[in-house]
């Protein structure tokens, strides 16, 4: 294949990024540092954070790769609106169409872009008309599974794809979905995300737990996530509950709109802990002093990228068996169930009773040596092989 004698210009295109606190902002984070550390270039067009209420530069360049741009967002207004599908799209998509558009004339009378790099369907939706104004090709990250039923939606889904260039699906389960809207497999990849598996890494548990003052005889399961009701938040919580009297701590971290409730439930029953959002370094210690991660959902996730930062930790999954979770873990390193609360509270305690069988240093290394063999930083070729290919 001809090799390009320059740098790409990629317009990375998303409602979401750092640090804005999510598993898709990560991933990006991920993505356009390692693109950088190939010397192509990333601009990335955005909104400011919308999940918190932190101020994030409006301008910024990181190194000599990456620039940002971050529009300005009614923040409280986003989270009342996530919920509905069609207010959350006619709430992200003009802003976003109508600066990327000014940027496209700005940029291309200088240093032109050569693709764009959608992740989501509004990006998606945005990036067909700028292909048809610009003539610039686009790739489609989707993040998510969307379980399309015959409709506008599955229409408005399949016109948006079919303009795209390729489109990169983050499991199997997602890929299938698009097959069913008749897109055609020779336009579809499937990727895996990756982590800095530095800094999620085998760390002293006994020590990260005497330094967070959580007791060092309990079982710990971690919860990190969004504070959505799809996110299996309530049925966590119930059947954590019907645990009570046995030695184990449920640990939660994120934020969004159950955060009130779980807070009552922190008053409730002193074995759950609630940390709000976390920053990736203090997250990275509570994976290690965690005893497993749960992930609940009960709608069909995409991915969920804590799965892998747990597994580079060292802590096994208890996972919903739904979406793409199922594909990103095997039953070595995972128990998957059928969310309610009683499976949940089953589950929690078949997860102790795997450690004890398996040994927790055993287990600490299967995990580690199973995110390594399959959340390496390699990963990102899958996207450079499709940019190198539509843009020679």
Known sequence: MEKLNRDLNILQLSPFFSPNIGGVETHLD????????????????????????????????????????RLEIIRNLFLKIEPYPILDFLFLTPPLLIYSIYFLIKRN?????????????????????????????????????YSFKKGLLS?????????????????????????KIDLPESKISVYKYWVDQVKFNLKDKQALREKYQVNKNL???????????????????EGFNMLLNEDKMLI???????????????????????????????????????????????????FGRVIIEALSSGIPIIGSNRGGIPEAVNNEVSILIDVNPKNISKGIKEMEEFIIKNGAEKMQK???????????????????????????
Request: hydrophobic content about 40%; some cysteine; charged content about 25%.
């Open 252 to 302: 939660i971290a994120g934020t969004g709109p159950l955060e009130s409730f779980v807070k009552e439930q922190v008053e409730l029953n002193n074995k759950i802990k609630y940390l709000g959002g976390l920053n990736s370094e203090l997250l990275s210690d509570y994976y290690s002093l965690a005893d497993a991660l749960i992930i609940p959902s009960t709608h069909d996730e995409g």
């Open 30 to 69: 991920d993505l356009v540092k390692e693109l950088a550390n190939r010397k192509i270039n990333s601009y990335v067009l955005t909104y400011q954070p919308v999940m918190s209420k932190i101020n994030a530069p409006s301008v910024e360049k990181i190194g000599k790769y990456i620039f940002i741009r």
């Open 109 to 145: 009378k200088k240093n032109k872009i050569d693709m764009i790099h959608a992740h989501g369907l509004n990006a998606a939706f945005i990036s067909m008309f700028l292909k048809f104004f610009f003539k610039t090709p686009f790739v489609v990250s989707t993040h998510a599974t």
């Open 366 to 392: 299967k995990c580690r040596t199973f995110a390594e063999k399959n959340y390496s930083c390699d990963n990102i070729n899958t996207f450079i092989k499709i940019y190198e290919e539509i843009v020679k």
């Open 155 to 179: 229409k408005l889904v399949s016109l948006i794809m079919s303009n795209a260039n390729h489109i990169f699906t983050l499991s199997k389960a997602s890929k299938e979905e698009l097959l």
């Open 219 to 237: 079982f710990v399961v971690l919860f990190a996530g969004r504070l959505f009701e799809k996110k299996g938040v309530t049925p966590l919580i």
